[in-house]
């Protein structure tokens, strides 16, 4: 006959045997239900981008690319509302726009709704517009805070007052000319970083991906669903860019010499 002990020993070895039985069993039947969470998660986002695609084409880039639409589930890389100007908005071509000499449709500048996602600056008519008015392709460029007297915009602001302040940023190219200026209200130094630090961003990772696709690896690159879909407009609505405005030097070089006597 056992000793009690070693009867005892053995119910314990059992039970302990069972226990952990259905504990690995109960571990693997939340990680099942949580791989199946994820799983439909990622299966309903997807679809919710091929929606959106779907009707972004359709339309031929007027729905399907909405503010909210292209946060994704993670957010932006930044959002404010800004002045958007083409080019420099200080010197020569502001004093005389040769676009409206010859009765073009003059200058773009307003305020927009500004979205940084992917590679690109969206720029929107509104934070509610149901597509970007353009994109602005950010690779290869650079934010440069103007320590000048601020750019003041002839509209006023989304809830602005006479006491409010402007901050204007440069969108540069990496030889300094400058394609767009942005002025925003009451802009602290926090969020100025923050607008510099995500173009900085963007770019960088624009220049990666470049290289990445030279050497072939472009079937390497994993990207979230939002980032991916971002790109996919960005590239379509860098189209819409308003022209480039004619530099004082281009001007000047178009001008014919003056004659000799």
Same mark, same amino acid.
Do not use: W
């Given at each position: 006959?056992?000793?009690?002990?070693?009867? &005892?020993?053995?119910?314990?070895?059992?039970?302990?045997?069972?226990?952990? &039985?259905?504990?690995?069993?109960?571990?693997?039947?939340?990680?099942?239900?949580?791989?199946?969470?994820?799983?439909?998660?990622?299966?309903?986002?997807?679809?919710? !981008?091929?929606?959106?695609? /779907?009707?972004?084409?359709?339309?031929? =880039?007027?729905? =399907?690319?909405?503010?909210?639409?292209?946060?994704?589930? @993670?957010? /932006?890389? +930044?959002?404010?509302?800004?002045?958007?100007?083409?080019?420099? /908005?200080?010197? $020569?071509?502001?004093? +005389?726009?040769?676009?409206?000499?010859?009765?073009?449709?003059?200058? *773009?500048? =307003?305020?927009? !709704?500004?979205?940084?996602?992917?590679?690109?600056? +969206?720029? !929107?008519?509104?934070?509610?517009?149901?597509?970007?008015?353009?994109?602005?392709?950010?690779?290869?460029?650079?934010?440069?805070?103007?320590?000048?007297?601020?750019?003041? #915009?002839?509209?006023?602001?989304?809830?602005?007052? @006479?006491?409010?302040?402007?901050?204007?940023?440069?969108?540069?190219?990496?030889?300094?000319?400058?394609?767009?200026?942005?002025? !925003?209200? @009451?802009?602290?130094?926090?969020?100025?970083?923050? +607008?510099?630090?995500?173009?900085?961003?963007?770019?960088?990772?624009?220049?990666?991906?470049?290289?990445?696709?030279?050497?072939?690896?472009?079937? $390497? $690159?994993?990207?979230?669903?939002?980032?991916?879909?971002?790109?996919?407009?960005?590239?379509?609505?860098? *189209?819409?860019? #308003? %022209?480039? #405005?004619?530099?004082?030097? %281009?001007?000047?070089?178009?001008?014919?010499? /003056?004659? =000799?006597?």
């Amino acid at each position: 006959m056992e000793p009690a002990s070693s009867a &005892k020993s053995t119910s314990d070895s059992t039970k302990a045997i069972h226990d952990g &039985k259905l504990n690995s069993s109960a571990h693997s039947s939340r990680s099942s239900m949580k791989g199946s969470r994820r799983g439909s998660s990622l299966r309903r986002v997807s679809s919710l !981008f091929s929606s959106a695609r /779907a009707s972004f084409y359709r339309s031929k =880039g007027d729905r =399907g690319a909405s503010v909210e639409t292209l946060r994704g589930s @993670n957010g /932006a890389d +930044f959002e404010s509302y800004a002045t958007v100007h083409r080019g420099d /908005a200080e010197g $020569l071509m502001d004093m +005389f726009d040769i676009t409206t000499c010859f009765g073009c449709c003059g200058k *773009k500048d =307003g305020v927009y !709704f500004l979205l940084i996602k992917g590679e690109y600056c +969206f720029v !929107f008519a509104s934070e509610d517009a149901a597509s970007p008015k353009y994109a602005i392709e950010l690779i290869n460029r650079r934010a440069v805070v103007d320590t000048h007297e601020s750019y003041i #915009p002839r509209i006023p602001h989304p809830g602005a007052s @006479n006491d409010t302040t402007y901050t204007s940023i440069n969108l540069e190219t990496s030889l300094g000319d400058i394609e767009y200026k942005f002025t !925003f209200a @009451n802009m602290d130094d926090r969020a100025s970083t923050r +607008f510099c630090n995500a173009i900085a961003a963007a770019s960088s990772e624009a220049a990666s991906e470049l290289t990445r696709k030279r050497l072939g690896h472009a079937n $390497l $690159l994993d990207k979230r669903g939002s980032v991916r879909y971002a790109n996919q407009v960005g590239e379509k609505k860098k *189209k819409d860019q #308003p %022209e480039a #405005p004619v530099t004082a030097g %281009e001007v000047m070089a178009g001008m014919p010499a /003056a004659a =000799g006597y």
